[in-house]
């Protein structure tokens, strides 16, 4: 379930776009919407004078009415919030506190350095947060709104954390008609490690694509269960490339058009809880749609 969403702002212009595709989306899924902005805790102390600092806060409640606006624009009524503090933490704290459903940010803000980096608060929310994370790109497509998010992908290796992101890709594609991919890459690299060189005999690939195709089946089938009517397409590729599954679920996602990516955020080889996986990790970086991360449930 998607009701209630939770969108930072910082005045960067992916932080705009984030809120867009944020405020666009509530209005699919009749959700309702906090705008949060957090005043470095950092810049409060490095200021002179109270003049500074009233400064920062008169800053801080103009990003928060220019997001209002545009909320307004699409007929979305939003609760703003100025906040103090580090902003990753306290984005955290406050969904928790607010019982969000989503998180939905840039995927860097005004600390970003290129296209290939994710910021450090939005680092720090995919790390700790325990609420679905949406990461909008800010080359995400200007034609691609929320609210056509009709091609949705589900990537899988098997894991129980994989199968956390059903709820959430079934919610928005019963709101927005669309249907749901569901994919496992075969790593041929991964798989061969030190005996790649020599070659991987086909018996074994068999059995790894027959494995691929049980865990795309088991999250069809879980799709199926909770919503009938959404279209399920399901496929186990190949890749032998050095970047391992990212490499193959960004391929697919280019030759399929899709609009949103819903996936774990680590898949059986990370242990830890707050551990991002490197595949979530690289695609979170290098692919130019939506990602929502979900992490499994304590």
Do not use: W
Request: glycine letters at 10%; charged letters at 25%; one cysteine or more.
């Amino acid at each position: 379930m998607v009701d209630h969403i939770v969108i930072p702002v910082d005045g960067s212009d992916e932080s705009k776009r984030a809120a867009t595709r944020g405020l666009e989306l509530a209005t699919v899924v009749d959700a309702t919407v906090d705008v949060v902005h957090v005043v470095e805790k950092k810049s409060i102390r490095l200021a002179t004078s109270t003049e500074e600092r009233t400064r920062l806060r008169e800053r801080g409640e103009s990003v928060l009415e220019e997001i209002a606006e545009i909320a307004a624009d699409l007929g979305q009524p939003v609760r703003t919030e100025l906040a103090e503090g580090k902003p990753g933490k306290q984005i955290c704290e406050y969904a928790a506190q607010r019982d969000a459903t989503m998180i939905v940010i840039g995927r860097q803000g005004l600390t970003g350095l290129g296209k290939r980096l994710l910021g450090g608060v939005t680092e720090y929310v995919l790390h700790r947060s325990e609420i679905p994370v949406l990461v909008v790109p800010h080359s995400d497509g200007a034609t691609t709104k929320a609210t056509d998010y009709s091609r949705l992908l589900v990537p899988t290796d098997g894991s129980e954390n994989a199968e956390a992101a059903i709820d959430p890709a079934v919610t928005i594609a019963r709101y927005c008609g669309g249907a749901v991919h569901v994919l496992n890459v075969v790593d041929i690299q991964n798989a061969g490690g030190a005996f790649s060189a020599g070659g991987l005999e086909a018996e074994f690939i068999d059995r790894l694509e027959m494995e691929g195709r049980d865990a795309v089946d088991a999250v069809a089938s879980g799709i199926t269960e909770t919503a009938p009517n959404v279209d399920v397409e399901t496929e186990v590729v190949r890749t032998t490339a050095l970047d391992g599954a990212a490499a193959g679920i960004s391929e697919y996602v280019a030759d399929h058009g899709i609009d949103l990516v819903v996936m774990g955020s680590h898949g059986r080889s990370n242990l830890e809880r707050h551990v991002l996986g490197s595949v979530t990790s690289t695609l979170l970086r290098t692919i130019d749609v939506p990602i929502l991360v979900v992490a499994r449930p304590e």
